[in-house]
């Protein structure tokens, strides 16, 4: 650490986020500290002291924690506390809930293409990743689900933006429903449809399929 | 059907033992040793597969090109020889793989056909949409992976383990001031109190005043006459309401004497009297 | 912290002592990180990193573990003050016990009418206005309240003298019923005829209040 002293909010913020259960956002820390105290400058500087130490100091959904350093996994791994594995519907349900939030039920099947049983977004949700979020306001209004700041924190994401890979998915429309996309694609596609309907091209590479797809890549 | 079958085998059976994709690794079948039929491999598997959409995309990347790049006839030959050699085996399938199997095949048929520009909707709308459902899970297969291979908190990356924990304890104070308090204690002291009921003295007609009265009154009434000409002119409200009761118990006291007569034309209209002959 | 790339087996125990579970052991530390690593050097940089700042590195019996500096103590358990207005039932009855003290609970419950919650008198008394004031000696012995100095002090009264009189009350409008007001003001010889009955006209000041209530009762 520096040498000079360290300034009392910092000192503060520090103590307050070592000795905290669960991450805590500035207004947590300005109602323990005290109003007046200039948590954001103090969080932004203890970020930087511990930088490159073996503990980190992380923002996740707008709630600190301190956290060890990622690099020193290895070193930590506890046998006696593995995290429970996921099931593979669990696994793919929670990243459609997290890419598209929020989601119905119906619309996670949409995309899985198999049923999505009430256990596994028990599962999820017992975990604290994900909670209902109101419900869709069409008929039958189904409820809706949406990922929690301890998604956030468990994942290491600072904010939904941080999902890998969603800016690229959002760009190639892979995060629209079909509906929507088939309409885009058929109407760029209007006037090449008819030509591609060729029969002796289907087993060939570039069938009528694939022209239509390049034109709408 | 049975030619396809066996293409689609053998083409399963080279993609069959090559390695996954990195990351992929928990999402998809353990790659099937070399040794082992494909056919019969597939049908072991079959657990393995999430529905006929998953068991598509499984196929679909034994392809080895981009999924935008699909060819749906081939994915169709190959899931329809998957289903066969399927039932070949005398092998139950669920139910939702044979309709899968049977649109697979009305699909196929129409992509094959000379188009029909009345139908709705085309066959390549149905294939593309197939391709966009294949491009939609794959994306969020991968998308679930990269999730889980990320930096987690608990897994690789730890918080603190001794943390005291914060408190943080509101204490209530209350506020009254003195006016509250008074205006309390009068509250209390208004609904405690005994209520006194003042009845004020009223002008009243007595019962005898009533008979005397009628009686003279009378005399000159020898044809039907109403009862409320009988009470006094001009009368504030409550000494009117008080000879009207006491005129009509005069009336009946002088009826039952046999003095007067009275008659009502029906209920509430009005009573009238007269001398009896 | 220092601006340096910190030592890797500083790095190492600060993040395993950080996540432990229980303060650890040299020896803990050596069988985790590896048995090479200078422990015991890494433990004493980071005692040095941490003097001053929110959170130290202290040793108890061998063992290492890292706690809030002691100075910052009153950041785990602080206390924030909230001003609610007292509610009806409990301004009632720090009314009651004011003008008639000492009282019962049971002695209050009749005066209000009402029944009196315990939590009620606790209010009061968390508020230092109102004590436990022996036990009246009859049947059961009750508890009886009086007030505090506390009370005078806060309500601006320098004795219970000060109170004023019912009939002060009933100048100020304070006894009039809510529901007659509007007959009151119709009835000309209301008031005459009331003042004329007025049973507490006659008495004196203060203590009337107490008599006259006693006398109806």
């Known amino acids: ?183 885009g694609a058929l109407a760029t596609d209007q006037s090449g449809a008819e030509s591609g309907n060729d029969p002796d091209s289907s087993s060939d590479e570039s069938d009528s399929l694939l022209e239509n797809s390049d034109d709408q890549a | 059907m049975i030619e396809g079958a066996s293409g689609g085998a053998s083409e399963l059976d080279s993609v069959a033992s090559i390695a996954p994709p990195d990351g992929d690794y928990i999402f998809f079948r353990e790659p099937v040793s070399p040794a082992t039929a494909a056919a019969e491999a597939l049908l072991i598997d079959v657990d393995g597969w999430e529905g006929p959409l998953d068991l598509l995309l499984d196929l679909a990347r034994r392809q080895k090109v981009d999924l ?27 139910a939702d793989y044979l309709v899968m199997a049977a649109w697979l095949a009305y699909l196929k048929s129409a992509l094959l ?73 009068g509250r209390v002291k208004r609904r405690s109190e005994p209520v006194v009921h003042m009845v004020k003295s009223r002008r009243v007609m007595t019962l005898e005043d009533a008979l005397a009265r009628l009686s003279y009154m009378l005399g000159t009434a020898l044809d039907w006459t109403d009862l409320r000409s009988f009470l006094p002119e001009g009368a504030p409200a409550d000494l009117t309401r008080s000879a009207t009761a006491s005129t009509f118990l005069a009336l009946l006291e002088l009826a039952r004497q046999g003095q007067v007569e009275l008659a009502q034309e029906e209920a509430f209209a009005p009573l009238k009297v007269r001398r009896a002959r």
């Not at chain 1, 820390?29 to 930087?48: N, T, V």
């Not at chain 1, 593979?88 to 099947?109: C, N």
């Not at chain 2, 408190?167 to 009254?176: A, E, F, G, P, Q």
């Open chain 2, 113 to 185: 056909l000379p188009g029909d520009p009345e139908v709705e909707p085309s066959p390549e709308e149905l294939a593309l949409r197939l391709q966009l459902r294949l491009q939609r899970l794959a994306a969020m297969r991968e998308a679930a992976a990269r999730l889980l291979s990320r930096d987690r908190l608990g897994r690789d990356v730890f918080a603190h383990g001794q943390g005291e924990g914060l408190r943080l304890l509101t204490k209530t104070r209350h506020d009254c001031s003195l006016f509250d308090l008074l205006t309390a204690y």
């Open chain 1, 1 to 183: 650490m520096s040498g000079q002293e360290p300034d009392p909010v910092v000192r503060a913020v520090e103590a307050a986020l070592f000795a905290a259960l669960e991450p805590q956002s500035a207004e947590d820390l300005a109602a323990q500290i005290g109003k007046d105290a200039d948590i954001a400058a103090a969080l932004e500087a203890l970020r930087a002291d511990y930088a490159g130490r073996g503990v980190e100091l992380v923002e996740r959904g707008g709630r600190w924690h301190f956290q060890t350093a990622p690099d020193l996994a290895w070193l930590l791994r506890r046998e006696t506390e593995q995290t429970r594995k996921l099931s593979r519907a669990a696994t793919e349900t929670l990243a459609i809930i997290a890419y598209h939030e929020p989601v119905s039920r119906a619309e996670i099947e949409a995309i899985r293409g198999v049923q999505v049983s009430k256990g596994t977004i028990d599962v999820l949700m017992e975990e604290g990743w994900v909670t209902p979020a109101g419900r869709r306001e069409v008929p039958g209004r189904p409820l809706i689900y949406a990922t929690t700041p301890g998604f956030l924190t468990h994942f290491g994401l600072t904010s939904r933006r941080d999902l890998p890979g969603i800016e690229d998915l959002r760009a190639a429309g892979l995060l629209d429903p079909v509906d929507l996309a088939l309409e």
């Open chain 2, 68 to 94: 935008r790049q699909i060819s749906i006839l081939d994915l169709t030959n190959q899931y329809l020889g998957f289903i066969e050699s399927a039932t070949s085996l005398k092998l139950e399938l669920a």
